[in-house]
């Protein structure tokens, strides 16, 4: 914990008090601590990550499941880097802004309607599901739902992301369709994975109703996607060096033009003999 950084050690202190406080182990002073400890310890092993919210509900997840400190960081170092997941959490989040759009696809593919309403309404994807890629869906869906998603997230990969995020439209396209205005969905986004008490029945939409979801076809549009948005940032990059140099021309008052004053030429000086 000595070369975690203080900007990551705040921010770990200040989301320990908001990681699953109902739950009996993180309700105590001991059960945070340990949380902590396993949170700090991978800020130092993992500097390109350091620390990033969302991940504080994942390292709980896994202590309350190993309850030892050790055998949970070590399994959140496993499981980041089996999934891919380590560029949810860097800086600019590219990947996992590439995996919305990705998904957004998704979803105009297997769930169309819903998407001709967020189109509509102009909803974006980041503003719903961020929060279920970066946590692992483990903040949204209830206790049960969340180990029996993860037994297949670990079993399958990344595109289980994909498949449950699918299936929470599906089981709630109803309600979606019913009052599709922005202000009745963004009001009501929160309650979709919470209700998901059926594990079963969120697997089997899932896997049956979301067929051929090959993961070489993911890949290849996570990769076009990518490179989207590496091109986006670049060009908002670009723009705001150009704000950036167009204020300060601004801001700088502008130098008068240098004056070129011609010297007159000396008139001859005529010096007198000296008399002696």
């Not at 696809?105 to 102009?122: D, I, N, S, T, W």
Request: proline fraction near 5%; charged fraction near 30%; charge should be positive.
């Amino acid at each position: 914990s000595e070369a975690t950084t203080p900007q990551a050690a705040e921010e770990i202190e200040r989301d320990l008090q908001r990681t699953f406080p109902s739950h009996r182990t993180f309700r105590t002073a001991v059960g945070r601590s340990k949380l902590r400890n396993v949170l700090r310890a991978y800020a130092c092993y993992c500097p390109r990550i350091k620390y990033c919210q969302g991940m504080n509900f994942i390292a709980a997840l896994l202590l309350a499941v190993f309850v030892d400190e050790d055998r949970a960081f070590w399994a959140l170092v496993c499981a980041i880097d089996s999934l891919g997941a380590e560029g949810y959490y860097t800086e600019g989040m590219v990947l996992l802004r590439s995996d919305m759009r990705v998904l957004t696809k998704l979803l105009a593919q297997k769930c169309p309607k819903v998407y001709r309403v967020f189109q509509h309404e102009g909803i974006e994807m980041e503003a719903i599901c961020s929060e279920w890629y970066v946590t692992w869906f483990s903040k949204c869906l209830p206790m049960p739902t969340i180990l029996r998603v993860w037994d297949t997230l670990f079993f399958e990969g990344f595109k289980i992301f994909f498949r449950v995020a699918i299936a929470v439209f599906k089981r709630n396209e109803a309600e979606i369709l019913r009052v599709p205005t922005f202000e009745a969905i963004m009001l009501t986004a929160k309650n979709w994975p919470a209700r998901m008490f059926d594990h079963n029945e969120l697997l089997k939409v899932s896997f049956r109703e979301i067929p051929r979801l090959r993961r070489r076809d993911l890949l290849q549009a996570r990769d076009d996607a990518f490179l989207a948005v590496e091109r986006d940032d670049e060009v908002r990059r670009r723009q705001i060096r150009l704000r950036q140099e167009k204020a300060e021309a601004t801001r700088s008052p502008e130098r008068p033009a240098a004056l070129v004053v011609e010297s007159p030429v000396p008139a001859p000086v005529v010096v007198a003999p000296l008399r002696l």
